[in-house]
């Protein structure tokens, strides 16, 4: 009998004695119980040997690789190293082929019409430069020009540089004031988009050009003053002496006088010459000391204009300016003036004159009358009116201003609605193009401005988020303004029954017989008399040189042009036109991808609105006793 296991098992050995031992002895290497079992034998027959031999390879021992941190078996290495090398081929090493192969770039947007055209339309001004150019001028047919300008007047080196105005060779101050207003003015609406264009410097170049001469008409140092020189060269009508009208030269040819005429009063060109300088002076507003020079010429000039003693329009009894850039009134330039100054300055006095009733009322903006929305080099009213509205839209500054620029606002959109055909306040042509000076030639100058203006009220609005406007109890969207800017823009681009463009150089049809005396003349290295040149002012052959971006004054009001030399009002281009051309064009190109305006630029230096945070209390004293 056995003792019961409460365990699970017999206390009984299952194995022998010596079935122990044979188990012990598996487990002990072999060659040490050769030497135990045969102590005497030292060497081994060769079926033992290869017996221990077979043994001993079996029971080798795994070998690492230590890293020092962790030890590796080398199977482990081998599978990692090889596990590398296939994901670099099966990742690293597409990516790297595919980086290597030649890129193709999808193709990137091409220029609209607009941008097309605008590159040539800054050009202009580079033709029109006078004074030394420099060699990066960009036209080859021109070269030093006026270089004694101004020997009759006080100025130290003379009147040299600054823009002869059209097709002739005269220095006209007050429309070459207007149009470089019109460039600074595009410049703060749409500096994204010339840089994106690559026109930036250059429009600020040609705009340099126009500030820097203007500093020298008028003694821009003294803080006040009494004359302002308003023209230089010039002629009479129907004049048989050599003047800028009766010659035609090059001006690198000029040998007639070229006089210089001085006004005493003026508050219409004073003012404008104000506007200009107030403008550019933001645009340069990162040449700190240029910009002061601007804004003090521009404080100086407009205090000349506000003169109580000087206030008769500057071409009012000047024969030679009366005829050709003959002023109506000066209240419409208090308000452009006063709105630039406040923008450049931040100074509240310029904006209280600005929104002044009595301005409004002296300007006669309240009749509403068609001519009054015309925006030209004359009449500034609509613009001033146009520009003190972006102030409400943007600011809101409120009380004591917000009544007039509410009005300034009203009227600003039923000016905007009477360029609407809906309305037919203003005549077209079968064309489409809108008539502002009644059936009057050199109608594109217009054209251009109001297509500006419809074009920059839209952006405004966009830029609010205001979808549209009314026009009495009628809705309109702001497409409706981009529109007709573009309709009239696409007239003057080779839309219209002429299929002609209108801005020499665009397109494949375009105006060859300019009304231009520098392009009409041969630049073959040879001097051409005063009289001389006539030959080639009534040749029917093209001109020899191409006036690249000219924008010529357009066609009748029955769409006809007529490319002739001879008639001006159909093929000569002016300042004032371009740069309005250039404004409506930098507004309305897309090919940047950019839209609007830029918003704070121009405001930069208004102050904070609102009421200001009271002073600080004085010091605490201990009252004496």
């Known amino acids: 009998m056995h003792s019961r296991n409460h365990w699970g098992g017999s206390f009984e050995m299952s194995n022998s004695g010596e079935e122990v031992e044979k188990k012990s002895n598996e487990e002990w290497d072999r060659a040490a119980l050769l030497e135990r079992y045969n102590p005497q034998r030292q060497d081994l027959d060769e079926t033992l040997q290869s017996w221990v031999l077979e043994r001993v390879e079996k ?3 795994k070998r690492y690789v230590d890293f020092g941190c962790i030890m590796i078996s080398h199977k ?9 090398f296939m994901a670099f081929l099966l990742i690293a090493l597409p990516i790297i082929i595919t980086k290597s192969l030649p890129k193709h770039h999808s193709l990137p947007t091409p220029p609209d ?7 040539k339309a800054l050009l202009f001004f580079n033709a029109q430069k006078s004074g030394k150019l420099g060699k990066k001028n960009g036209i080859a047919w021109r070269g030093n020009s006026g270089l004694d300008d101004g020997k009759d007047t006080d100025v130290k080196g003379g009147l040299v540089g600054g823009y002869y105005d059209a097709g002739d060779n005269t220095k006209f101050h007050f429309p070459m004031s207007f149009a470089m207003t019109m460039l600074s003015w595009s410049v703060l609406e749409y500096k994204d988009k010339y840089m994106a264009l690559n026109e930036y410097q250059h429009t600020r170049e040609l705009i340099k050009w126009g500030t820097d001469y203007l500093l020298l008409t008028f003694n821009s140092s003294a803080t006040k003053i009494n004359k302002i020189y308003a023209q230089v060269g010039g002629s009479l009508n129907s004049s048989t002496t050599p003047d800028d009208h009766y010659c035609w030269q090059r001006p690198e040819d000029m040998d007639y006088p070229r006089h210089t005429i001085s006004i005493f009063q003026g508050p219409d060109l004073a003012a404008e010459m104000a506007a200009a300088l107030a403008s550019a002076s933001i645009v340069f507003q990162d040449d700190a000391s240029y910009s002061k020079k601007l804004i003090k010429g521009a404080q100086t000039l407009f205090d000349f204009a506000r003169d109580p003693g000087k206030r008769k329009p500057y071409s009012r009894g000047e ?10 009134g000066y209240y419409d330039e208090y308000m452009w003036g006063a709105a630039w100054l406040y923008y450049a300055t931040g100074n509240s006095t310029y904006l209280s004159l600005a929104t002044n009733p009595s301005i409004f009322k002296n300007s006669k903006a309240y009749f509403l009358t068609p001519q009054f929305t015309v925006f030209s080099w004359n009449n500034k009213l609509p613009a001033a009116m146009l520009l003190l509205t972006r102030f409400r839209m943007f600011l809101n500054p409120g009380y004591p201003y917000e009544d007039m620029l509410t009005m300034y606002h009203n009227v600003t959109s039923l000016t905007m609605c009477s360029y609407l055909q809906h309305y037919r306040v203003f005549n077209r042509t079968s064309g489409g193009l809108i008539q502002f000076n009644n059936g009057q030639p050199q109608s594109l100058q217009y054209v251009a401005n109001a297509a500006f203006m419809a074009s920059l009220f839209a952006d405004y609005m966009q830029g609010v988020g205001v979808p549209g406007w009314y026009c009495g109890a009628t809705y309109f969207p702001v497409s409706a303004l981009k529109t007709f800017a573009t309709s009239q823009v696409d007239y003057i681009l ?12 665009f397109g494949n049809k375009f105006p060859r017989h300019v009304h231009h005396r520098g392009a009409s003349i041969p630049n073959d290295h040879q001097h ?7 030959k080639w002012r ?21 769409d006809q042009f007529h490319d002739s030399r001879r008639n001006y009002n159909f093929t000569e281009p002016t300042l004032a036109g371009n740069a309005g051309i250039v404004a409506a064009l930098i507004s309305l190109t897309g090919t940047t991808g950019s839209s609007g305006v830029d918003r704070n630029t121009i405001f930069s230096a208004i ?14 004293k201990p009252i004496k006793t």
């Open 59 to 61: 029971s080798k021992k």
């Open 76 to 84: 482990a290495l081998k599978w990692i190293l090889a596990s590398i």
């Open 113 to 119: 019409n607009y941008t097309l055209s605008l590159h």
């Open 319 to 328: 024969p030679y300016i009366e005829s050709f850039y003959n002023s109506t």
């Open 494 to 505: 080779g839309k219209n029954p002429m299929k002609m463009s209108y801005i020499v150089g």
């Open 528 to 534: 051409h008399s005063c009289t001389g040149g006539w």
């Open 538 to 558: 009534d040749t029917s052959n093209p001109n020899p040189n191409t006036i690249t971006g000219a924008m010529v004054g357009g066609p009748d009001r029955f």
């Open 607 to 620: 102050p904070p609105l609102g009421p200001q945070n009271p002073p600080p209390p004085p010091p605490w």
